[in-house]
Nanobody, 115 residues
Framework: QVQLVESGGGVVKPGGSLRLSCAAS????????MGWYRRAPGKEREFVAD???????RFADSVNGRFTISKDNAKNTVDLQMNSLKTEDTAVYYC?????????WGQGTQVTVSS
């Protein structure tokens, strides 16, 4: 079993930036994917971004060009840098990890974009 702990959520104005971080309780060096999903009020959870063991990245169309994802294998962390935030980015953001025989989710961190 893996534990994922997110941090970095908060309230920001439209156009602002936030950086989310997720710390894993296991080595992430060989995990298949580690990334982020989000759930906006009244909506289903949706994919945001992920990064693979080979540092290949994927992004949802809605955040492509505004968000970046990176990982630190030494610290077992994955970060989501969110720039040019929009009100529609308001959601609870969840860290996700997929490895051999393991699927893990964090508890979520709230991001609110509001003027």
């Amino acid at each position: 079993q893996v534990q994922l702990v997110e941090s970095g959520g908060g309230v920001v104005k439209p156009g602002g930036s936030l950086r989310l971080s997720c710390a894993a309780s296991i080595s992430i060096r060989n995990v298949y994917h580690m990334g982020w999903y989000r759930r906006a009020p009244g909506k289903e959870r949706e994919f945001v971004a992920d990064i693979s063991s080979t540092d290949s990245t994927r992004f949802a169309d809605s955040v492509n060009g505004r968000f970046t994802i990176s990982k630190d294998n030494a610290k077992n962390t994955v970060d989501l840098q969110m720039n040019s935030l929009k009100t529609e980015d308001t959601a609870v953001y969840y860290c996700n990890l997929i490895a051999s025989g393991i699927v893990g989710w964090g508890q979520g961190t709230q991001v609110t974009v509001s003027s």
